[in-house]
């Protein structure tokens, strides 16, 4: 059974720093590209952030270019997203999601993805 689970969301200042962690389990993680995604109340899911099997490529969102930095440790299967100079605009759930090909690794289309951890971003 494929398991994904966030930790890591809570409130933070305008311009604070927060560290998203995604456990993964069920499925051989080094073999599939990851992505993290976000919904804001209100608003449908947006693509943030994905990266390769291996990590050496990523891909951002031009919303957080720049700011969001993602990255994994396949060693412990476990999937990253460093978010800093955070904006109340990125207050959302954030998720983390598996890229449902083994080859179209940059498609955004997904299969699973977790339950999510809430970010708030507030003064």
């Known amino acids: 059974e494929v398991q994904l689970v966030e930790s890591g969301g809570g409130l933070v200042q305008p311009g604070g720093s927060l560290r998203l962690s995604c456990a993964a389990s069920g499925f051989t993680f080094s073999s599939y590209a990851m992505n993290w995604v976000r919904q804001a109340p209100g608003k449908g899911l947006e693509w943030v952030s994905t990266i390769n099997m291996l990590g050496g490529i990523t891909r951002y969102a031009d919303s957080v270019k720049g700011r969001f930095t993602i990255s994994r440790d396949n060693a412990k299967n476990t999937l990253y997203l460093q978010m800093n100079s955070l904006k109340p605009e990125d207050t959302a759930v954030y998720s983390c999601?598996?890229?449902?090909?083994?080859?179209?690794?940059?498609?955004?289309?997904?299969?699973?993805w977790g339950q999510g951890t809430q970010v708030t971003v507030s003064s």
């Open positions: 999601a598996k890229t449902k090909s083994r080859t179209a690794w940059d498609s955004r289309q997904y299969d699973y």
